[in-house]
């Protein structure tokens, strides 16, 4: 089974949040105090090792916002009077055993009406029943609750309870599993934690009470916490995943035979002192080998062992600690916290591959700490291995991160960016809906993995297609004297393959609440203007868009302009794509209607016009009309260049500079960062480059 949503209600900064979430990867991103960390521990109380109800739930874990009181000016902190937490399952792969193993009956009652459960009031805002959920010992009693049966006597049957193998059918018939827990600040003793069930007739069950081995047949939970220590990690208890797992080594292997003495290994450990260690080494050497395996390339070191340490705890296996050769030979608490991070990672992939019945979810908050860069990539490889793992389990995998290594891969609709409102303390989490991730190609989503996944960590991004891409950055700093300033602001530069991704780009960074500008030439009038001023609902420049796309679309196609582009196909983009185009010819494989022989003959017939496009645009509506146009597309987040493209802004100066457009804009943000150099210098229309960083970076007053 695999979480499928998570819901909460007044828990921490989650004032209201619903998370869609999938089988697979699932990548949470946001800025540190966004409500991340909030996400991973709610769904943990609800999954992780302890029952909710046995959690440490503090006045802390409400949500808390402050008020001022508009007659003394005094801030008080108000604190919600109850909580709510809720994960919905999908799959239905129970751990059939361990349900079978249950010997008390579970009880379950029918609820009369969902919106006994939870409702939308008239402000759309869900409203729970938190005294129904608190109260679960009293279910027998309460209105909610629908009478299964009334008896001669009178009295009423309200209760059904359910043997283990009723309760597995129940449950694998399902069409809909949900885990709760609801808790109150004012009453201690207000608590409850169990499950929603809708059956396959659409009626809605509660149960009265959770039990351990209940929670944990449907779902395997760990978390590897941000905070990572070996500690708390790798507790030698029983019911902790590294426990389980030295356990289940040491009791699947103690009992192999030495073929000189003919005894146990465990025999041998209890007898012989002096030979502790390669006896361990071989009772773990299968698995030390798989971990080394994981752990290649991650971290610097030369072998993994697990150690006998005494004999003064009843179980043997209790006894064993960790350690890491890194050059000298020490437990794994005494290395840094890189090394501890890798190999606990590698430890709960190889306890998932031995010893799980069931499915799997692996949560790791921010597994890029502490670890260089090419670790995170080998952690972030291994992460993904974890979910192909093992054909006969159902695996998910949910990452909170600030690293880009962890959204290579990640399917667009699986990314949550989470982000708060300070001033309410409250967090908010986005995700794409099914209609704009349905616009997202398979090489869209190659060219967001290879280039622009920075653009769901930033506050606002600036859409470019060309060489703008290296230019602002400088161009922003020159101006404002502030270098890195759009560091600073948490503002990133991102290009789009082709002008045409503008409005999907659009789209997704909507999704996200993610502020964006695009910035364009005169050619996105031939359509994409259009498509945007059409999805911001620009009503009252939509005749003169459409009038310059007519005008500039009626130009000539200048073939001689196309014929010198594609001379050097080891040098530019667009005959890289003829060339495509040609070896799918040669090989016979073109066909008229081919998508990529389409493609690239309207771009360049489109690219490629004869004629001065400004002075056809003035021809058509006026000088007047363009400049409203320019004006308004500027109010509604797009900057055309008013002359053109990027390079009619050039002096001669850069003109003159060697090298592709992309060289030369490269080599231009390098001057610029030099001490002397001015924006005069180098730009032809200076004031246009400086309303350009006033559109990026509003002026304050």
């Known amino acids: ?123 759309q805002e869900i409203v729970v029943n938190y005294d129904l959920f608190q109260n679960l010992d009293d279910l027998e009693n309460r209105d909610e609750i629908s009478i299964l049966e009334t008896f001669s006597s009178g009295k009423e049957k309200r209760t059904e309870w359910k043997t283990a193998s009723r309760l597995y059918e129940f449950l694998v018939s399902a069409k809909t599993i949900k885990i709760f827990f609801c808790k109150s600040r004012i009453d201690e003793e207000k608590a409850g934690t169990g499950l929603i069930v809708k059956d396959n007739e659409g009626n809605f069950w509660i149960t009265h009470f959770l039990s351990k081995k209940l929670r944990d047949s ?131 992939s190889l306890y998932c591959n031995e010893f799980h019945n069931n499915s799997s979810l692996l949560i790791a908050e921010e597994p890029e700490l502490f670890l260089h860069p090419q670790a995170r990539r080998v952690i972030s490889a291994e992460l993904n291995k974890f979910l192909i793992a093992s054909e006969a389990q159902e695996r998910q995998l949910i990452i909170s991160t600030h690293s880009t290594e962890y959204l290579k891969n990640a399917e667009p609709i699986n990314i949550t960016r989470v982000y708060k409102d300070v001033e309410q303390n409250c967090s908010f989490a986005k995700q794409l809906d099914e209609g704009t991730n349905g616009l997202i190609t398979n090489e869209l989503k190659r060219f967001l993995w290879s280039n622009n996944t920075e653009i769901f960590f930033a506050d606002k991004v600036i859409l470019v297609e060309g060489g703008e891409v290296f230019l602002i950055p400088s161009i922003v700093d020159k101006v404002t004297g502030i270098n890195q300033k759009l560091d600073y602001e948490n503002i990133s530069v991102a290009r789009v393959n082709g002008k045409g991704s503008f409005l999907i780009y659009a789209k997704i960074l909507d999704c996200f609440q993610i502020s964006y500008l695009i910035l364009g030439d005169l050619d996105c009038f031939k359509d994409e203007i259009r498509k945007l001023v059409q999805y911001l609902n620009l009503e009252d420049i939509k005749p003169s868009a459409a009038a310059i796309k007519s005008t500039i679309n009626s130009m000539d196609i200048d073939y001689s302009a196309i014929d010198d582009r594609i001379r050097d196909v080891a040098k530019n983009y667009d005959a890289q794509n003829l060339k495509d185009v040609f070896e ?41 009309e363009f400049e409203r146009v320019l004006k308004s597309l500027r109010e509604n987040k797009i900057f055309i260049w008013s002359k053109g493209e990027l390079e009619d802004y050039y002096q001669q100066e850069v003109m003159q500079l060697i090298g592709s457009k992309d060289i030369k804009a490269l080599r231009l943000s390098y001057l610029l960062q030099e001490r002397d150099a001015t924006i005069e210098q180098y730009f032809a229309y200076p004031d246009e480059i400086i309303d350009l960083c006033n559109f990026i970076l509003p002026p304050t007053n």
Do not use: C
């Not at 209201?16 to 991973?40: D, E, P, T, W």
């Open 218 to 348: 449907l779902l395997t939970t760990t978390v590897i916490s941000a905070l990572r220590s070996h500690k708390d990690e790798l507790r030698l208890v029983h019911y902790t995943w590294f426990g389980k797992l030295i356990s289940g080594i040491w009791h699947k292997n103690k009992t192999l035979v030495d073929d000189e003495t003919g005894k146990s290994y465990e025999d041998l450990i209890k007898e012989s002192a002096s030979f502790i260690k390669s006896h361990v080494d071989i009772v773990f050497a299968s698995n030390t080998n798989i971990i080394r395996k994981l752990l290649e390339g991650a971290i610097s070191h030369k072998t993994i062992s697990f150690k006998f340490m005494d004999d003064g705890k009843n179980e043997m296996y209790k006894n064993i600690q960790l350690f890491v050769n890194d050059g000298i030979d020490r437990p794994i608490q005494e290395k840094g916290t890189g090394i501890q991070s890798a190999v606990i990672i590698a430890l709960f």
């Open 1 to 123: 089974m695999y979480i499928s949503q998570f819901s909460a209600f007044n828990f921490r900064s989650l004032k209201s949040i619903n998370i869609r979430l999938a089988q697979g990867k699932n990548v949470i991103v946001g800025k540190n105090n966004s409500g991340k960390s909030n996400i991973i521990r709610g769904i943990e109380i609800l999954v992780g090792e302890k029952l909710p109800t046995y959690q440490n739930i503090t006045n802390n874990d409400f949500y808390t916002y402050e008020s001022v009181d508009t007659e003394t000016s005094e801030v008080k902190e108000i604190v919600a009077d109850n909580m709510y937490l809720e994960a919905t399952l999908d799959g239905r792969d129970l751990n059939e055993s361990l349900i079978m193993s249950i010997k008390k009956q579970t009880a379950f009652s029918k609820v009369s009406n969902t919106r006994h459960l939870y409702y939308k009031n008239e402000h």
């Open 584 to 624: 799918k010819f040669s090989e016979g494989s073109l066909l008229v209607n081919d998508e990529s022989l389409l493609s690239i003959i309207s771009y360049m017939q489109a690219r490629y016009t004869k004629g001065n496009k400004l002075e056809a645009i003035y021809s058509e509506i006026g000088n007047e």
